[in-house]
C-alpha cells in the first residue's frame, strides 16, 4: 500500500520510501549510525533483509539481484568502514551500469567533521563512484531523496547512488511525501527516443552494406527485455552477423544462426575479423571498451559506424562514430525495425560473399582446445556444466579471470539477463555474492557461481549468509591453483617469471563448504564429471564443488595487448615461444 | 627513440594524437547544491583535463542556480567528451562552449573579464610610477597609505597579465585574481 503524506520519523520514512519504491529484498549489515532504521525493519514483514557478512557482499548481491531481476538492488550499511567496504561493488555498478541504491547511516550531524567514531566522508568518497550521492541533513527532504535516488538509478544510464542519512535525522520527526507521478527535477531529463532523421540515414547505410556486423552490448540488457526481443527481430529482418561484448551475451541467443560468439580480447576469431574486415559497424548499447577494440589505430579500418546509447558521452569517446544515436536502445530499435519494415527489402544475395568469408573464418575453430582423457581441461568442464544445466531454469554468475573468459565462451546464453559478470572493473569476489542475490531474487532457480580458486576466496565469507537463507546456490570452481589469469600475461610479458602467481596454501574447499554447514563436492578425473555436476545440481543446498582441472591451461584466442583484430593469437598457434614473443616492448606498458 | 621509453598509459595513447589543444571557454549552469563544485572539479582531475580559470557564484537566488565558467585546453574530441561528461553530472541544467557559440554567431570570441586585486609596496620614483601607469590602465585606487597602493583591476586576461608585469619590478606585493567571466555578444542568453 502506498504511502500517505503523514509525520513520521527519519527511520520510518526510510522504510516507507523503499515499499513506495516497490523494493521487496535488501541487503545489508547492521552498526552504531543505522540503528534506528534496523529498528523499524525489525517491526515490519514487508520487506526481507538479508544478512551479510561483509558489505562488499552487500554490493555484489544487490548488483546480482539487480542484473537478473531488472530491479533495483538496495543496500543499507553503517558508516565509516560500512559505507568503505561497499565503495568495490559501487564503482563496479557504475562501470557495468547497474541500478544500485546504496543507503548508509552517517554519525549526528552535529559531530560530522569531528572525526567521531566510525566517521567519514562517505558522499566525499562515493562521489567518483556513484552517478549521484546524497547527504540528507534535513528529515523533511528525507522522503525526496530517495524517490530521486531511485529515479536516477533506474533511469538513464542505471548506476549505483548512495544515500547518506546521519543518525540523528533518522531519529528526528518529518513529514513523508509520498513519490509524485510529476518529475520535480529540472537538470536530469535522460533523452530516450532518437533522432529520427539519424535512424533514417543509419538505415540506409545499413541497406548499402555489403560486410556489416551488429557489435551489441550490456546496454541492449539494461533496456529491457523488449529490446532484447527487438535486436533478435533486427537481425532476422537484416540477415545481418552479430556479436557481443562479455556484458552483452544473451541478448541475442547463442543458438541464434547469425550468432559470431563474443568479441574483444578473448572473443572468436570470426567476431573479431568480422570487426576488422566489416565496412558497416553498428553499435547497440556498447562503449568501444580497450577490451573490445584493440588497437586503436588499426580498429576496423574501413568501416562507417553507427553508435546506440544512452549516454552521450560514450559515443565517439575512444572511437570516431559516423552516426551517434543517442537515445534508449530499445526505443531506437523499435525506430529501426518499423522502418526497416517499411522501406527496406533485405536483398541476401548482397551478403552472400560476406557470410562465405565469415564461414572460412568460422572454420578455423578458433575455442579448439585439446582434448585431455587423464586430466579434466577447464573448457571441457564448462561445456559439461553447460550440457547438464541447459534444459533448467538456469542462472550463472562468474568471478574474474580465465574461468570467466572460459564461461562466457563455453556456456551459450539464450536469454537476457542470465549472465552476471563483472565487466568493467573486473571484481574478483563479484560472482559468489552475485549468485546469492540472483538466488534471492529466484528462489526455484538454478544458480551457479562459475569460480576459479583465487577469486572465490575473495568472498567466501558469504557461504555463512547463503546457509542462513538457505540459498542453494552452486559455486563450481575452476581449480588449477594458479591466478590463471595472472600467469597467463606473466607467460605473455614477463618470461615465464610467475611471481607471486601460485596459491602455495589452498584451502580444501570439500571440508570449507562441510565447515559452513553447505556440501562439498570433489571432482578431478574427466569420467566422472557429469555424475558429480548431476549430484550438485540435485542437492537442494548450497555447494562448493572443486573441480581439479588441468593446471596450466591458457585461455585462447588472445589479442594480445597493442594488436589489432586481426593479430590474434590462436589456440594451435599459441605455443610456448609464439607466447613468450606476442606482446612488443610497447605492448608491455599496457594493461 | 627506445620504445620502451616512450610514454605509457592506458591503451587510449597509442594513437598518436595529431590534433591541436585549443582553449575554450565552457559555461555551466549548476543547482547550487552542496559538492556540486566537487563534481565538477572532480571530473576534471579524475578524468586528466586541464582547469585553467573556473569562476562560479550564484546567478540566480530563487532559482538556487549557480554559473561556473571554465577555461580549458584540450583537443577538439576531448573537448566534446568535457561537455558530454559535465552533462551527465545530475546537477548540471545545461553546459554552453561558449567559444563554440561565439563563432556560430560570427564572433571572434566570447566576451571575458577578470577582475584583479594587487597590492604594491614603494617609495619615490617607483609609487608615482605605479600610479601613473594605474590610470593609464583604467586601475582604480581602493586602498592606500604612504607606503602602499591596492589597486582593483578589471578588464581581459592579457590586460591584467601585462598590469601585473608591469608593476613587479615597482613593489609588487600581493596579487588576488578572480578567474573569468564569460558570455557571449548579442540579445539572446546562453
Not at chain 1, 534496523?38 to 515490519?44: A, F, K, P, R, T
Not at chain 1, 578473448?266 to 588497437?295: K, L, P, Q, S
Not at chain 1, 613468450?580 to 599496457?590: F, P
Not at chain 2, 553530472?89 to 554552453?96: C, E, L, N
Request: proline fraction near 5%; aromatic fraction near 6%; charged fraction near 20%.
Amino acid at each position: 500500500m502506498a504511502g500517505k503524506q503523514m509525520e513520521m520519523t527519519g527511520a520510518e520514512i526510510v522504510l516507507q520510501a523503499l515499499k513506495d519504491n516497490g523494493v521487496e529484498h535488501i541487503f545489508g549489515y547492521p552498526g552504531g549510525a543505522v540503528l534506528p532504521i534496523y529498528d523499524e525493519l525489525h517491526q515490519q514483514d514487508a520487506i526481507e533483509h538479508i544478512l551479510v557478512r561483509h558489505e562488499q557482499g552487500a554490493g555484489h548481491m544487490a548488483e546480482g539481484y539487480a542484473r537478473s531481476t531488472g530491479k533495483p538492488g538496495v543496500v543499507l550499511v553503517t558508516s565509516g568502514p560500512g559505507a568503505t567496504n561497499v565503495v568495490t561493488a559501487l564503482q563496479d555498478a557504475l562501470m557495468d551500469s547497474i541500478p544500485l541504491v546504496c543507503i548508509t547511516g552517517q554519525v549526528p550531524t552535529s559531530l560530522i567533521g569531528s572525526d567521531a567514531f566510525q566517521e567519514c566522508d562517505t558522499v566525499g568518497i562515493t562521489r567518483p563512484c556513484t552517478k549521484h550521492n546524497w547527504l540528507v541533513k534535513d528529515v523533511n527532504e528525507l522522503s525526496r531523496v530517495i524517490h530521486e535516488a531511485f529515479r536516477i538509478a533506474t533511469t538513464g544510464r542505471p548506476g549505483p547512488v548512495v544515500v547518506d542519512i546521519p543518525k540523528d535525522v533518522q531519529f528526528a520527526t518529518g513529514t513523508y511525501m509520498p513519490p509524485s507521478p510529476v518529475i520535480e527535477q529540472k537538470s536530469y531529463q535522460p533523452k530516450l527516443s532518437g533522432d529520427l532523421e539519424k535512424i533514417r540515414a543509419a538505415i540506409d547505410l545499413m541497406a548499402s552494406a555489403k560486410c556489416p556486423v551488429i557489435y551489441s552490448g550490456g546496454g541492449v540488457i539494461n533496456s529491457g527485455r523488449e529490446a532484447s526481443q527487438l535486436l533478435r527481430e533486427l537481425v532476422e529482418l537484416t540477415g545481418f552477423p552479430i556479436t557481443s561484448t562479455l556484458m552483452g551475451l544473451g541478448a541475442y541467443p547463442a543458438s541464434g544462426k547469425n550468432w559470431l560468439g563474443m568479441l574483444g580480447m578473448h572473443g572468436t576469431y570470426e567476431a573479431n575479423m568480422a570487426m576488422h574486415d566489416c565496412d558497416v559497424m553498428i553499435c547497440i548499447g556498447a562503449r568501444f571498451d580497450d577490451r573490445i577494440t584493440g588497437r586503436l589505430n588499426a580498429f576496423s579500418p574501413n568501416s562507417k559506424r553507427i553508435h546506440i546509447d544512452i549516454d552521450p558521452s560514450s559515443i565517439n569517446k575512444n572511437v570516431h562514430t559516423d552516426i551517434g544515436i543517442l537515445g534508449d536502445v530499445g526505443h531506437v530499435l523499435e525506430d529501426m525495425v518499423r522502418l526497416w519494415r517499411a522501406s527496406k527489402k533485405t536483398d541476401r544475395s548482397q551478403l552472400a560473399d560476406w557470410w562465405t568469408q565469415i564461414a572460412k573464418w568460422k572454420a578455423r575453430n578458433s575455442l579448439a582446445y585439446p582434448e585431455n582423457k587423464d586430466v579434466i581441461m577447464p573448457q571441457y568442464a564448462i561445456q559439461r556444466l553447460y550440457e547438464l544445466t541447459k534444459d533448467r531454469d538456469t542462472f550463472i554468475t562468474t568471478e574474474v579471470g580465465q574461468h570467466q573468459m572460459w564461461a562466457a565462451q563455453f556456456y551459450g546464453f539464450e536469454e537476457p539477463n542470465r549472465w552476471m559478470t563483472s565487466g568493467g572493473l573486473g571484481t574478483m569476489g563479484y560472482g559468489f555474492p552475485a549468485a546469492i542475490g540472483v538466488q534471492v531474487a529466484h528462489r526455484d532457480s538454478l544458480v551457479i557461481d562459475i569460480a576459479g580458486d583465487a577469486s572465490i576466496q575473495m568472498c567466501i565469507q558469504e557461504m555463512s549468509c547463503a546457509v542462513q537463507y538457505e540459498l542453494p546456490v552452486k559455486i563450481f570452481i575452476l581449480n588449477n591453483q594458479y591466478m590463471g589469469m595472472v600467469r597467463q600475461w606473466q607467460q605473455l610479458l614477463h618470461g615465464n617469471r610467475l611471481s607471486h602467481s601460485y596459491t602455495e596454501s589452498m584451502p580444501d574447499f570439500v571440508v570449507l563448504a562441510e565447515a559452513y554447514g553447505g556440501v562439498g563436492i570433489r571432482c578431478d578425473k574427466p569420467g566422472d564429471l557429469d555424475e558429480a555436476i548431476t549430484r550438485m545440481i540435485d542437492t537442494p543446498r548450497p555447494v562448493i564443488f572443486d573441480c581439479r582441472v588441468a593446471a596450466l591451461a591458457n585461455c585462447f584466442p588472445m589479442i594480445p595487448s597493442g594488436k589489432a583484430h586481426n593479430e590474434m593469437l590462436l589456440p594451435d598457434e599459441a605455443t610456448d615461444e609464439a607466447v613468450a614473443n606476442a606482446i612488443d616492448a610497447k605492448g608491455k606498458a599496457l594493461v | 627513440m627506445n620504445a620502451q621509453h616512450q610514454p605509457t598509459g592506458s591503451a587510449y595513447f597509442i594513437a598518436a594524437e595529431t590534433a591541436r589543444p585549443e582553449s575554450h571557454t565552457l559555461s555551466v549552469l549548476v543547482d547550487n547544491e552542496p559538492g556540486v563544485l566537487a563534481r565538477v572539479i572532480g571530473l576534471f582531475s579524475g578524468r586528466g583535463y586541464n582547469i585553467e580559470s573556473l569562476t562560479v557564484s550564484e546567478t540566480e537566488h530563487e532559482a538556487h542556480l549557480s554559473r561556473i565558467t571554465i577555461v580549458t585546453t584540450a583537443t577538439p574530441n576531448v573537448l566534446e567528451q568535457i561537455k558530454s561528461q559535465l552533462e551527465r553530472i545530475v546537477p548540471v541544467h545545461r553546459v554552453v562552449d561558449l567559444t563554440v557559440r561565439s563563432a556560430e554567431l560570427g564572433h571572434e570570441k566570447p566576451l571575458e573579464r577578470e577582475l584583479a586585486l594587487i597590492k604594491v609596496s614603494g617609495a619615490g620614483d617607483d609609487r608615482v610610477e605605479a600610479l601613473r601607469l594605474a590610470d593609464a590602465f583604467r586601475a582604480q585606487v581602493i586602498d592606500a597609505n604612504t607606503e602602499h597602493f591596492i589597486f582593483e583591476i578589471t578588464g581581459r586576461v592579457s590586460k591584467i597579465e601585462q598590469f601585473i608585469s608591469i608593476m613587479r619590478p615597482l613593489g609588487l606585493v600581493e596579487i588576488c585574481r578572480t578567474g573569468i567571466a564569460a558570455m557571449n555578444r548579442g540579445s539572446q542568453g546562453m
